[in-house]
């Protein structure tokens, strides 16, 4: 039925984006003239000459939602109809763009750590640093492994444009709606950039204090002790940038960053009750163990020239490195549990991640000399993963030490026909993987108290070398009668691996070896797409249907302990978003507004036919976003409500009690600038409207601490300079 609604309102409202700038993008071109070139597509070529739905978030649509919310996340997830609704905390988990995994990179380098996903890839470089965010919808294998629902890039700042010093500060406080002492925050940044002659350089440094948040009766929010929080924490983010143009197409560019936020630990978990709709807070308190944070360092080196043999040549060498430490709970976790060591329910224990990649990635764009209708980019890329996941108050392996290795040269073309009427797309890469685990013991532990069957048993597991390659297509046609008006056909494949901590730590049969183990085989998504764009005056309007499939994908399931397993199943999804933004006759007013609508089902008996619909873990709820924005002198403002739909999850597998509610919520900006800087307020929740959040209303129905409200009324008062 979707399928046939999609089509049809394609066909009568002929609206879809390629690339749709937020309003009051510095990147989206008047009159409907697309110059936007979008990085993470790996080409030179505007973003209309690509088959792709791609949105550019520019710097001060970025800007504004980073003064109601706080982070990029939540700017990307606001601004993104198919982009779930945020949990608020320093885990991502079960937060997905078309109901897939987005890949989360700064300046194309991927932030995930693919082997156990610790959905901490949101939270690796401040906002402040950030230029821009490219989003791709959809799955592809443009960056490599991942982005099985589309890539998140993050853009840094550029190199100073001047001569001599520039920069620019920003100061912000931040309040609960009672200025409770408690609800407090602030943060303070900075950025210096120097250009002299070839050489130019960017230092910067980002502090941030966040207090307790607050829901819409005043309750302080529950604290997720084991998946972290971003309240009550503390965020340092450096940031350097060293540019040397070698000649006046050629540039060295050295990128580096760290990024560590860290729990305050001040406060406790107090249960709510799901049954009585009590949502779960917290309270003054020591929690057990180290509280959850996470620390991400990150260095790149890249050699570009755009006059290269007459093409485009871009090169980079990086190095990753994240820690994710885990919190404890007050009760031990039953999973952690040996008799070995410690009377069972006795043995107190919280778990760690940590990964370290590094890679490389080259490619080379030109038009064919003699036939310039004709674009060839060829390219390499490479990575190296290893990670782990520990035990940090006994030292044991949770996740064995496990070593991941990617190679994959691909190649893409891009035909010009009748003068631009058409373009064809296309190309390939093949992804050659190898996944290297050396012997280990499952923990010891099983569910004791019987409401699950065993999820490990201390048993012995063969390592092993299994590789994986695969040739991955993709191509499309764009069809562009008139100047801004488009559309396109698409079809492209996505490649990443499974959770493969999460599925090595839970064997718990015997004679398990590695190498034969079919759990932890790729997973490969196609992505079809349809699409059609407006871009005309004072109309800027898309809309999109697309459907993605995978014979072997991946759906997380809860266990009694709050602890997800990964389930390989067919997973089927499909979609339709729509987007629609009007510049009005008042100078300087924009009206838009944008809907999604996504349907995923899974196969979870087996018989190769999906017979239930993916939970609120695994895909997004239906939604509609309403916004206007006034730009005009020194005024600048948007208000924006996001409608959250009702949701009822049928299939084999179902519980009533997970279906969701809906809610919707208001946000509202203002800004003034001034000789002396700008001065901002921004409110987020602006009727302080109290709701479960969408995590929690669909998953785990008697876990009392887990029934998280969302944040209340909150005021920022910023002050921003540049100089």
């Given at each position: ?7 049809a309102?394609l066909l009568g409202?002929?609206l879809?984006t390629?690339a749709l ?5 510095a990147n989206?071109?008047?009159d409907?003239?697309d110059?936007i070139v979008?990085?993470a597509a790996?080409s030179i070529?505007p973003?209309?000459?690509?088959p792709?739905?791609?949105d550019?978030i520019g710097?001060?649509?970025?800007d504004q939602q980073?003064a ?6 939540d700017a990307?997830a606001t601004l993104t109809?198919?982009?779930?609704p945020?949990r608020?905390?320093?885990s991502?988990?079960?937060e997905t763009?078309r109901?897939?995994?987005?890949l ?15 959905s901490?890839?949101?939270?690796t ?6 230029d821009?965010v490219e989003v791709?919808?959809g799955s592809?294998a443009l ?5 099985t ?6 853009v ?10 520039s ?13 409770s ?6 943060k303070?940044a ?10 130019d350089a960017s230092v910067g ?7 307790v948040?607050f ?8 604290i ?7 309240q009550d924490?503390e965020?340092l983010?450096?940031f350097?940038?060293f540019g040397?143009a070698?000649?006046?197409?050629m ?7 760290r ?5 305050d630990?001040?406060?406790?978990a ?6 009585a709709g009590l ?5 003054r308190?020591t929690p ?6 996470g ?5 790149a080196?890249?050699?570009t ?13 990086f190095?990753?490195r994240?820690?994710d430490t ?6 031990p976790?039953a999973?952690?549990?040996?008799p ?11 778990s760690?991640n940590?990964?370290?990649k590094?890679?490389?990635?080259i490619?080379y ?6 036939f ?6 060829a390219g ?9 996941q520990?035990l940090?108050a006994?030292d044991r392996a949770w996740?064995?030490p496990t070593d991941f290795?990617?190679l994959?040269p691909f190649?893409q073309?891009n035909?010009?026909l ?8 296309g190309?390939?890469?093949?992804e050659?993987?190898k996944?290297?685990?050396a012997?280990y013991?499952?923990?010891a532990?099983?569910t004791?108290?019987g409401s ?8 012995d597991v063969?390592g092993?070398?299994?590789t994986?390659?695969?040739l991955?297509?993709?191509?499309g046609?764009?069809?562009e009668p008139?100047a801004g008006?488009?559309?396109?056909a ?13 599925i ?7 004679g398990?070896d590695?190498?034969?183990?079919l759990?932890?085989s790729?997973i490969?998504s196609n ?11 004072p109309?800027?309007?898309s809309?999109?249907y697309?459907?993605s499939?995978?014979k072997?994908g991946?759906?997380?399931?809860a266990?009694?302990d709050g602890i997800f397993t990964?389930v390989?199943?067919?997973v089927?999804?499909?979609g ?5 933004a009007?510049r009005m006759p008042?100078?300087?007013l924009t009206?838009s507004t944008?809907y ?7 196969d979870?008996d087996?018989?190769?036919?999906v ?6 873990a695994?895909?997004?709820?239906d ?5 206007a924005?006034y730009?005009n002198g020194p005024?600048?403002?948007?208000i924006?409500t996001q409608?959250y739909l009702?949701?009822s999850f ?8 997970n279906?969701?509610e809906g809610?919707n919520?208001?946000d509202a900006f203002?800004?003034y600038?001034?000789?002396l800087?700008?001065?901002?307020l921004?409110?987020q ?5 109290q ?5 929690s ?8 601490f887990?029934n998280f409200?969302g944040?209340?009324?909150?005021f920022t008062?910023g002050?921003?300079?540049?100089f």
């Amino acid at each position: 039925m979707i399928r046939k609604f999609a089509v049809a309102m394609l066909l009568g409202t002929a609206l879809s984006t390629p690339a749709l700038a937020q309003p009051g993008d510095a990147n989206a071109a008047p009159d409907g003239e697309d110059t936007i070139v979008v990085t993470a597509a790996r080409s030179i070529l505007p973003a209309n000459a690509l088959p792709l739905t791609i949105d550019v978030i520019g710097k001060e649509a970025l800007d504004q939602q980073l003064a109601i919310s706080g982070s990029v996340t939540d700017a990307v997830a606001t601004l993104t109809p198919s982009f779930s609704p945020t949990r608020q905390k320093l885990s991502g988990a079960g937060e997905t763009l078309r109901g897939r995994s987005p890949l989360y990179a700064i300046n194309g380098i991927p932030q995930s750590t693919p082997l156990r996903d610790g959905s901490r890839d949101g939270f690796t470089i401040d906002g402040f640093f950030i230029d821009r965010v490219e989003v791709i919808f959809g799955s592809n294998a443009l960056q490599g492994i991942g982005g099985t629902g589309g890539i998140v890039n993050q853009v840094t700042v550029g190199a100073p444009a001047a001569e001599g010093l520039s920069g620019r500060t920003l100061l912000q406080a931040t309040a609960d709606n009672d200025f409770s002492r408690a609800g407090m925050g602030g943060k303070v940044a900075g950025l210096v950039q120097y250009k002299a002659g070839r050489f130019d350089a960017s230092v910067g440094a980002a502090w941030e204090r966040r207090g307790v948040f607050f829901d819409g009766e005043g309750r302080p929010v529950g604290i997720n002790l084991t998946q972290g929080e971003t309240q009550d924490s503390e965020t340092l983010s450096l940031f350097g940038r060293f540019g040397y143009a070698v000649t006046d197409t050629m540039r060295l560019d050295l990128i580096a960053s760290r990024f560590e936020l860290k729990g305050d630990g001040d406060y406790a978990a107090v249960a709510g009750d799901k049954d009585a709709g009590l949502p779960t807070s917290a309270e003054r308190g020591t929690p057990p163990g180290a509280p959850a944070q996470g620390r991400t360092e990150s260095v790149a080196l890249s050699l570009t020239d755009s006059d290269l043999g007459g093409g485009n040549f871009v090169s980079q060498i990086f190095w990753n490195r994240s820690r994710d430490t885990f919190g404890g709970e007050p009760n031990p976790i039953a999973s952690f549990q040996d008799p070995a060591i410690a009377p069972v329910g006795t043995l107190f224990d919280q778990s760690q991640n940590r990964s370290r990649k590094y890679g490389g990635k080259i490619s080379y764009e030109r038009a064919v000399p003699g036939f310039e209708a004709l674009t060839l980019i060829a390219g390499f890329d490479a990575l190296w993963d290893s990670t782990e996941q520990r035990l940090i108050a006994t030292d044991r392996a949770w996740v064995p030490p496990t070593d991941f290795r990617s190679l994959a040269p691909f190649g893409q073309a891009n035909l010009e026909l009748a003068g631009g009427l058409v373009r064809l797309a296309g190309g390939a890469r093949y992804e050659n993987v190898k996944i290297g685990i050396a012997d280990y013991h499952t923990l010891a532990a099983t569910t004791y108290d019987g409401s699950d069957p065993a999820t490990y048993g201390g048993v012995d597991v063969a390592g092993g070398s299994p590789t994986f390659d695969d040739l991955l297509l993709n191509g499309g046609v764009i069809v562009e009668p008139l100047a801004g008006i488009r559309a396109y056909a698409s079809y492209a494949e996505g490649y990443t691996v499974p959770d493969v901590g999460r599925i090595t730590r839970a064997v718990a049969d015997t004679g398990v070896d590695v190498d034969d183990f079919l759990d932890i085989s790729p997973i490969v998504s196609n992505n079809r797409e349809i699409g059609v764009e407006v871009k005309r005056g004072p109309l800027d309007a898309s809309a999109s249907y697309f459907w993605s499939t995978s014979k072997n994908g991946q759906r997380l399931r809860a266990g009694s302990d709050g602890i997800f397993t990964v389930v390989r199943e067919r997973v089927e999804i499909e979609g339709i978003e729509i987007n629609l933004a009007v510049r009005m006759p008042i100078d300087g007013l924009t009206l838009s507004t944008g809907y999604a609508h996504i349907k995923g089902r899974s196969d979870t008996d087996g018989d190769d036919v999906v017979d239930t619909d993916l939970d609120g873990a695994n895909i997004s709820p239906d939604r509609l976003n309403l916004a206007a924005a006034y730009a005009n002198g020194p005024v600048s403002a948007r208000i924006q409500t996001q409608f959250y739909l009702a949701r009822s999850f049928r299939g084999l597998v179902r519980d009533p009690r997970n279906d969701f509610e809906g809610y919707n919520l208001t946000d509202a900006f203002i800004r003034y600038q001034t000789s002396l800087g700008g001065v901002s307020l921004s409110v987020q929740n602006l009727f302080d409207k109290q709701y479960i959040s969408y995590a929690s209303d669909t998953q785990r129905p008697t876990d009392d601490f887990f029934n998280f409200a969302g944040r209340g009324r909150t005021f920022t008062l910023g002050w921003d300079y540049r100089f």
